[in-house]
């Protein structure tokens, strides 16, 4: 390959590649996730007797890293036993029938469970932080001033201009892994000591017109994941009792990249309502009040973690179970869906046929490709809706139309092409959203017949 004849972020993402190690994870962590910082939620703690409690201060980082008693959480790490091999029975299966042995999905793993995350120079803009929102859009906080420091405690990415941007990935790395080990370790103490939680949505997303939701909004924390043991933020938006039928669906909402659960509080609100149907809005982990770093293997096993506790706690049956993934969201959807051939229904909004893909139609770099999203589709078992904005330049529309295309013929539903939309604003304005809640409501209660 001759870097001087590629596109200089394709020339970036190559150079990377080689000094990460030939790592594909490298790649996938500059090129996809941005959590939004700070996120538009907080889980406010609660003890066993429903008294508000005080979060958790910076302060006492070190000790909620190395505090972590094994004992304390022995327990619950037991009742996740069965979990994990529920879980890594059902990976095994399907890989003895595509032909994957242990060692490649072991050599795959580690491979990917080596990237960074956050925005980086070597960034393509076309992932940037306007990318794969949700179209709200919060009024800008305003920063606290803060004393002066010395150049050197300047931002991270400020540093990141300055210094070799290996170095930068590497301090990065170091610096995420630091904290989500803090988050692990505060997270399992939380459980062993009983702690629920409830929502706290930014005060900034608050508007007089906010949508009543008639049930209730359960905020969970689900895990821990029994390799990484994150547990993930997550909310469910559960119809009441009386209004839950043999009918009734569950939907698992996948978000796109710079939002969380936060930020997408509203249209769950007027999805769980105008489908009738239950809403399971989680964050990836290393987003909101998640635990962990983000990753694309991660993502795999949140969505598996969340897949199962839908499972054992919300529905009778898995075909109640409607999976929803939103842009980056298709990746982690498509892939259970290709896991579970038992789900009910699967919904594609602004997806992609791959990551990288989405750079260049070139496939000199397949070798660095993450949610090969076009591969999977051709292997799910349930009816597939594809949404996608004609104007989208984030992500072509063609990745929608060939999306659509490689589903098997009886599985197709009619998808949505939106012709005056682009990536983010498929259902701002009245008349978008009612026609969006219209279509899905149509797919929804197609699944029946």
């Known amino acids: 390959m001759c870097c001087c004849c590629c596109p200089p972020a394709i020339s970036a993402l190559f150079c990377l590649w080689v000094k990460s190690g030939f790592s594909k994870g490298s790649v996938a962590g500059a090129l996809t996730f941005f959590p939004p910082e700070p996120s538009f939620y907080k889980f406010q703690r609660l003890s066993k007797n429903g008294e508000l409690l005080p979060d958790y201060n910076d302060d006492d980082d070190d000790d909620d890293e190395n505090g972590q008693s094994n004992a304390s959480i022995s327990e619950e790490n037991a009742k996740q036993q069965q979990l994990e091999e529920v879980l890594d029975d059902e990976d095994e299966r399907y890989d003895s029938r595509h032909g994957q042995s242990k060692a490649d999905k072991d050599k795959k793993s580690k491979d990917v469970d080596k990237a960074v995350t956050g925005e980086h120079p070597l960034t393509s803009p076309r992932f940037t932080s306007k990318s794969m929102t ?171 973690l969340v897949y199962q506790w839908v499972v054992d706690n919300v529905v009778q049956s898995e075909s109640q179970i409607i999976v929803y993934g939103q842009s980056v969201g298709s990746g982690p959807s498509c892939y259970i869906c290709n896991k579970r051939p038992n789900v009910g229904g699967l919904i594609l909004h602004s997806p992609f046929m791959s990551g990288m893909r989405v750079l260049t139609p070139s496939r000199v770099l397949a070798c660095l490709d993450i949610f090969p999203n076009i591969d999977r589709i051709k292997n799910v078992q349930c009816k597939v809706m594809v949404i996608h904005g004609a104007l989208d330049e984030e992500v072509d529309i063609g990745h929608g139309y060939a999306l659509h295309q490689a589903v098997p013929p009886r599985l197709r539903a009619e998808p949505w092409w939106v012709p005056d939309r682009g990536h983010n604003d498929i259902t701002e304005g009245s008349g978008k959203l009612n026609e969006y809640i219209r279509r899905l409501k149509t797919f929804t209660d197609g699944l029946d017949s």
Do not use: W
């Open 134 to 304: 949700t179209g709200i859009k919060p009024t800008p906080q305003k920063k606290k001033e803060k004393k002066k420091k010395p150049q050197k405690e300047m931002s991270d990415y400020e540093d990141q201009q300055s210094v070799n941007p290996m170095v930068a990935l590497t301090e990065k790395s170091a610096r995420l892994r630091h904290l989500a080990k803090i988050k692990n370790a505060r997270d399992a103490r939380d459980v062993a000591k009983g702690i629920s939680y409830q929502l706290e949505v930014d005060p900034r997303l608050q508007t007089p017109k906010m949508p009543r939701f008639s049930g209730t909004i359960e905020a969970v924390k689900i895990g821990p994941q029994p390799k990484t043991k994150n547990y993930i933020a997550a909310v469910l938006y559960r119809l009441k009792p009386e209004r839950i039928t043999k009918n009734t669906k569950t939907i698992i909402y996948s978000h796109g990249n710079a939002t969380d659960i936060g930020a997408m509080n509203l249209m769950q609100c007027l999805l769980a309502k105008g489908l009738k149907a239950n809403i399971l809005m989680y964050d990836y982990s290393g987003y909101g009040a998640s635990g962990g770093v983000p990753l694309e293997a991660n993502t795999y096993r949140d969505i598996k």
